[in-house]
């Protein structure tokens, strides 16, 4: 593994960390809730950072919520991490759960057609 990303691995986890402290001990709104942060991505400058965030409950009002934080969320984070310069940082909605969710409904749809099928199949021989 190149030394260039071992660094933006440690980088991805430092903010991670730190954001999910900021979020959880120092941002004082209900309205975010429950949130999890799956996946950090790091421009190869540092200079922006994509957080893709998933959440329990109310999903688009709390993101909207948290990237109106977002600057409070960047100078927090100045202070906890020692970086030259502190990425710009977006909050993304993960949706990938309920992409997921919605394949495995259309694979269980498609398996129950073909069940369907092959019945009607064995009743015509």
């Given at each position: ?52 965030v ?24 100045a ?47």
């Open positions: 593994m190149p030394k260039n990303t071992k660094d933006i691995e440690k980088i991805k986890s430092l903010i991670a960390r730190n954001v999910v402290d900021i979020v959880s001990q120092d941002i004082k709104n209900e309205h975010i809730g429950f949130m999890t942060i799956t996946k950090v991505e790091v421009s190869s400058d540092h200079s922006y950072c994509k957080i893709f998933s959440f329990l409950n109310n999903a688009q009002h709390s993101l909207e919520t948290l990237n109106r934080a977002k600057g409070f969320v960047r100078s927090s984070l202070k906890r991490v020692h970086f030259r310069r502190v990425p710009e940082i977006s909050f993304v909605l993960d949706d990938s759960y309920f992409k997921q969710e919605k394949f495995e409904e259309l694979l269980a749809k498609d398996k129950k057609e073909i069940t369907s099928i092959e019945e009607l199949e064995k009743k015509l021989k």
